[in-house]
């Protein structure tokens, strides 16, 4: 059962624009909302994360928005550029939860 | 700061054999997690340790899959025997949260190949 859900495996993006990455939850006890990044062969990284109690959290190029009504986050880099490229996992726990739930990830690839 | 080591790298070994998997999370760090991840899937959690004690191990295949944290600090994971179906990168992470999850930082993994 996938609680956390990436539909999108890929995204192809050039240099210099938009990329945003898409993530839906299935559980409404859900409050706090992680994105990681990962280079191959490497484990991921942390990037940013939103708890339930705002909707929207930035850091330098990377946005982090939330949606609960709609149980929806996305990640938005702007501008992208070629170093971006990478898997994008989102993950998410509840309050008083002890794990995080990992969606399958986004190939980010910026083409330069 | 040094991140979350974990080795090995990378092991293969044939189906019903034994395999073994060490961690040292980073220092401070009161909770520990060991992740599965198959090609083309997220991480999904094995186990999970606050110091030495187990929090949440409800998706470790116990049959084949243990785990221990001595001394709440290095943890190994262990399979025997090990099945196809566990080929896969083995995951460990570490995060200062007591109360409640913070980010955790991953080590760089190790890929198991089971032939």
């Known amino acids: 059962d996938q609680q956390v859900k990436q539909n999108s495996p890929s995204l192809s993006v050039q240099e210099g624009r938009i990329s945003i990455l898409n993530c839906d939850y299935t559980n409404s006890m859900f409050d706090y909302f992680l994105w990681y990044k990962k280079y191959p062969a490497e484990g991921p990284t942390f990037l940013i994360s939103i708890s339930s109690i705002k909707d929207k959290n930035e850091d330098g190029r990377f946005t982090v928005f939330l949606n609960k009504s709609a149980k929806h986050l996305s990640l938005h880099i702007v501008p992208s550029q070629p170093g971006d490229s990478a898997v994008y996992f989102c993950a998410a726990s509840d309050l008083g939860g002890n794990q995080f739930y990992f969606g399958t990830g986004t190939s980010l690839t910026v083409i330069p | 700061e040094a991140g979350v080591a974990q080795s090995p790298r990378y092991k293969i070994i044939e189906k019903r054999q034994s395999v073994a998997f060490w961690c040292n999370p980073i220092?401070?760090?009161?909770?520990l997690y060991w992740y599965q991840q198959i090609l083309g899937q997220g991480p999904k959690l094995l186990i999970q340790f606050q110091n030495n004690g187990v929090v949440d191990d409800s998706q470790l295949p116990k049959d084949r899959f243990s785990a221990e944290r001595l001394k709440g600090v290095d943890s190994t994971l262990k399979i025997q025997p090990a099945k196809l179906e566990d080929s896969a990168v083995y995951l460990c992470?570490?995060?200062?949260?007591?109360?409640?999850?913070?980010?955790?930082?991953f080590g760089q993994g190790t890929r198991l190949t089971v032939v």
């Open positions: 220092s401070g760090h009161a909770t």
């Open positions: 992470a570490s995060s200062l949260g007591l109360v409640r999850p913070t980010e955790a930082f």
